[in-house]
Structure formats: structure tokens, C-alpha cells
Nanobody
Framework: QVQLVESGGGLVQPGGSLRLSCAASGITFSAAAMSWFRQAPRKERELVAS????????NYADSVKGRFTISRDNAKNTLYRQMNSLQPEDTAVYYC?????????WGQGTQVAVSS
């Protein structure tokens, strides 16, 4: 059974930081392309950042470049995202996604709220 469990969300003030984690099980984590998506209220889900299985190449949405860092620990089957300089427009439910050649899997999401 595939499980992706996100954690680390919460309420933070503008300019603050959070670190999200996504613990994976039931998949060959090291072979998966891993991504973070987010969905704000009344908006479509959007891709925020990706890290590929081979070589660890990363991609970021323009809106988060320079502020968010995606990383992975294949020994721990865990995906991370460090978010700095958070702004109210970063408020959303954040989901991790695992993409393999036999399927795509989602976590349940973790809420991030940025407000003073």
C-alpha cells in the first residue's frame, strides 16, 4: 500500500519559515520523481517544485524561486521543502506527489497559513 504522509504545516507570520516533510512508503522512493503542489482556496492545484530521481535535478515555479528549496533523503524515503520569506499568497494546502513509471501518488496534504 502506497502512503505519502505530509507534515510540518501550520500558521506562520509573513516573512517566516516552515519546513515541510513527506514520508513515503510502499514505493521505490529513490526511483520516484517527487514534487510539491499547492492549492489555495478557489484556485487550481499548481506545481511548486520538483526533484528528479536521477542526479537530484530540481525545478521551481517562478513564484517560489529563491525562497523555497526542495530536497530528498533517499535513505529515509523522505521529501522535504524548506520555505523561507513566506507571504500571505503562499497560504494553501501543500501536497506531495510521487511519480513513477507505474503510477502517480498523492499525499493527503498539509495546511500552510501565512498571516499576521
Amino acid at each position: 500500500q502506497v502512503q505519502l504522509v505530509e507534515s510540518g504545516g501550520g500558521l506562520v507570520q509573513p516573512g517566516g519559515s516552515l519546513r515541510l516533510s513527506c514520508a513515503a512508503s510502499g514505493i521505490t522512493f529513490s526511483a520516484a520523481a517527487m514534487s510539491w503542489f499547492r492549492q489555495a482556496p478557489r484556485k487550481e492545484r499548481e506545481l511548486v517544485a520538483s526533484i528528479f530521481s536521477a542526479g537530484g535535478r530540481t525545478n521551481y515555479a517562478d513564484s517560489v524561486k529563491g525562497r523555497f528549496t526542495i530536497s530528498r533523503d533517499n535513505a529515509k524515503n523522505t521529501l522535504y521543502r524548506q520555505m523561507n520569506s513566506l507571504q500571505p499568497e503562499d497560504t494553501a494546502v501543500y501536497y506531495c506527489n510521487a511519480y513513477l513509471n507505474y503510477g502517480s501518488y498523492w499525499g493527503q496534504g498539509t495546511q500552510v497559513a501565512v498571516s499576521s
